[in-house]
Structure formats: C-alpha cells, structure tokens
C-alpha cells in the first residue's frame, strides 16, 4: 500500500528532477521545445499542481519551451 508519505516524497522527486535539468542554450534554429506533464483529470488536486508547475516552468525565461499540464 502506498502511504501518502511516499506519494509526497514521489512528488518531491519529480519536482527536483525537474528543477536540475541542464542549463542547455536554445537551439540554434529558434525550435520551441514543448513539454508535457502528466497529471490526474481535470478537476482534481494533481492537476492543479502540475499547472502550477507548468507556470513555474513557463516563467523560466533562460529555456525555450512551452510547459502544459
């Protein structure tokens, strides 16, 4: 059975890895890179965590990318 103590550390660790991606330079080419996170339905707790994330991500001005939950 999975507590919810182990969900919250699953969570942190997604967060951080994440967090510690490499500071790579855009592309050459001006590409827009897009990034998906998986959340539960639309409705639930999960998903408005994995939009609030996708904010954060979006607001990260240093990456080209496009963060949806």
């Known amino acids: 059975m999975i507590t919810g103590s182990t969900r919250l550390s699953a969570l942190l660790l997604a967060i951080v890895a994440l967090a510690c991606g490499g500071g790579g330079e855009p592309s050459a080419d001006g590409e827009q890179a897009f990034l998906s996170l998986g959340t539960a339905p639309p409705g639930g707790a999960f998903f408005v965590v ?17 963060a949806t939950a």
Request: hydrophobic share 45%; charged share 25%.
């Open 50 to 66: 994995g939009g609030a994330l996708a904010d954060v991500l979006n607001a990260d001005v240093e990456h080209d990318w496009t």
